[in-house]
């Protein structure tokens, strides 16, 4: 049955492969690549050592893999690492990483095109990063025996059932691939769909939070002038979240009048909707690009900040967990000694949540965040433990790197 499901899969990415290249061909993703991803042009190896090849979908796992790229950059020299990924914008991120020697779109998941890059390139080892099962990609390795590890794996709940709708092709895509987990939930879930090898490393993303800088801090503080308020931060505000959040921020100035707020949304897009919220809130706000003295609101429209603004606050909310959306990234605020606060949907960091278990706080609605937020500027001292109990459960956690780093390079050898 499996061998039927893997002759049918390739048949059919086959032929879809063309057409899809015809509806695909401006899309911002997939413009100028297309003769690459079908098979017809092929990458040039860099350099005449062993190659490593890295497959990344998009932003989130390069960087995820950017600290393993330069620690085997370091330890093994004459390595060429080659990385592909989907998305324009993970192409563009990976190029400007150190470490990476050739950058190239993901082909098509047809047998040929997979066959052809993996004979011009021939990768000691194929290296993917997180859930980016590709059935031909893995099976043409498999073929051709080199190699294939997952490294950071992930695997919600949600994703195991949908492979699980196939059982027997997830199996046969995945006996022979090697899992490094980032979490036991996620290793358990590839072990159930068939994974050849699976082990728990921890996740490559804890050693990718930023050291803090004080210096920095104490001049991002001046420049907001703030002085000795006590501040608020809720750092990457999720479509459909901006409104719950004005609502939080009203009702903690009830309590707290001199509560100075940083709202720093997603996307770009969301500056609309916040700047209309903030009009109607009667708050003197201003933008981050064009600081006004003497305001009580300060929206982010600013790029690459929002690490270095949660080193400022006294509390900070992380966005997208009121809203149905999955969460996002709690240990920025943590690794600066921050009370971090976050809704109840989390199910995409529930690895950050395994960290630090018991020394974040929890809010299910507007009124509990505003209520905490309130509570922590006029309490400081009932926080100062849970906060510092989460960033040394963070510096515990980290090192994760150098347990992937020996795994790929007993492949190197």
Not at 188 to 214: C, H, I, M, Q, Y
Not at 259 to 274: D, K, V
């Amino acid at each position: 049955m499996a061998r039927v499901l893997t002759l049918l899969y390739s048949l059919l990415a086959g032929v879809l492969a063309w057409p899809a290249g015809l509806l695909l061909r401006r899309h911002p993703n997939f413009a100028g690549t297309i003769a690459g991803r079908l098979g017809l042009t092929l990458p040039e190896p860099p350099g005449t050592g062993p190659v490593l090849w890295v497959h990344a979908a998009s932003v989130g796992e390069v960087k995820a893999a950017a600290g393993l790229v330069r620690a085997l950059k370091g330890t093994c020299p004459g390595v060429s690492v080659c990385l592909s990924s989907m998305t324009a914008t993970g192409r563009q991120v990976a190029a400007g990483m150190p470490g990476v020697d050739l950058v190239f779109p993901l082909p098509f998941d047809t047998p040929w095109a997979m066959k052809r890059h993996l004979l011009r390139l021939n990768p000691r080892v194929l290296v993917i990063v997180e859930t980016e099962l590709w059935p031909s990609l893995i099976t043409q390795a498999a073929s051709l025996g080199i190699p294939v590890v997952v490294v950071n794996g992930r695997m919600t709940e949600r994703s195991a059932r949908r492979y699980g709708l196939l059982p027997s092709l997830a199996r046969a895509v995945l006996s022979s691939v090697r899992v490094l987990a980032m979490a036991e939930s996620d290793a358990s879930r590839f072990s159930r769909l068939g994974a050849g090898e699976v082990e728990t490393l921890g996740n490559l993303k804890l050693d990718s939070v930023a050291d803090v800088d004080p210096e920095k801090r104490d001049e991002i503080r001046g420049s907001l002038g703030v002085g000795d308020r006590p501040v608020f931060i809720a750092g990457s505000i999720r479509e459909g979240e901006e409104e719950p959040v004005f609502r939080a921020v009203e009702r903690a100035r009830k309590r707290v009048p001199a509560l100075f707020s940083i709202l720093a949304p997603r996307h770009p897009g969301q500056m609309g909707t916040l700047t209309g919220l903030a009009e109607k809130s009667g708050l003197r706000w201003c933008l981050r690009s064009r600081m006004e003295p003497g305001a009580d609101l300060v929206l982010v429209d600013t790029m690459g900040e929002l690490f270095s603004l949660y080193g400022v606050s006294s509390a900070a909310y992380v966005g997208g967990s009121l809203v149905d959306t999955g969460g996002q990234n709690i240990l920025e605020p943590i690794a600066w000694g921050v009370p971090t606060l976050h809704g109840p949907h989390m199910d995409n960091f529930t690895w950050a949540l395994e960290v630090v278990e018991g020394f974040t706080i929890r809010v299910q609605s507007p009124e509990e965040l505003g209520d905490a937020v309130a509570d922590i500027a006029l309490f400081p001292e009932k926080y100062r433990d849970l906060a510092r109990g989460a960033r040394d459960r963070l510096e515990e956690k980290r090192g994760v790197t150098l347990r992937y780093l020996e795994k790929i390079r007993e492949y190197l050898r």
